[in-house]
């Protein structure tokens, strides 16, 4: 099993910066593959970012279309640990985000993913 825990979110006005954590504990380990969705009420858990190994030593990190050049996913395997660098936010970024960990490649298929947080919600006002 392995346990997903996100702290960071909050309110801020658009144009702003938030930085998401994810602390994994558990049957962790450095191949395995992280990232984040979010989700509105009334709609799907949506990709944002994620990251891991795509084979020998490639690292892979990809990103929505909607977040790309305004957010940055980048982990410290030592601790465990994934970010969200979230800037130039936006009132549409507005969601709460869940980080995932999975032992394949994540992808856009959520249904696909393994593990989960609890989720914290970030609030872009305008």
């Known amino acids: 099993q392995v346990q997903l825990v996100e702290s960071g979110g909050g309110l801020v006005q658009a144009g702003g910066s938030l930085r998401l954590s994810c602390a994994g504990s558990?049957?962790?380990?450095?191949?395995?593959?992280m990232g984040w969705f979010r989700q509105t009420p009334g709609k799907e858990r949506e990709f944002v970012s994620a990251l891991g190994w795509s084979g020998g030593n490639t690292r892979y990190a990809d990103y929505a279309d909607s977040v790309k050049g305004r957010f940055t996913i980048f982990q410290d395997g030592a601790r465990n640990m994934v970010y969200l660098q979230m800037n130039n936010l936006k009132p549409e970024d507005t969601a709460i985000y869940y980080c995932a960990a999975d032992w394949s490649r994540i992808d856009s298929d959520y249904n696909r993913v393994r593990y989960w947080g609890r989720g914290t919600q970030v609030t872009v006002s305008s």
């Open positions: 558990g049957r962790t380990g450095s191949r395995y593959h």
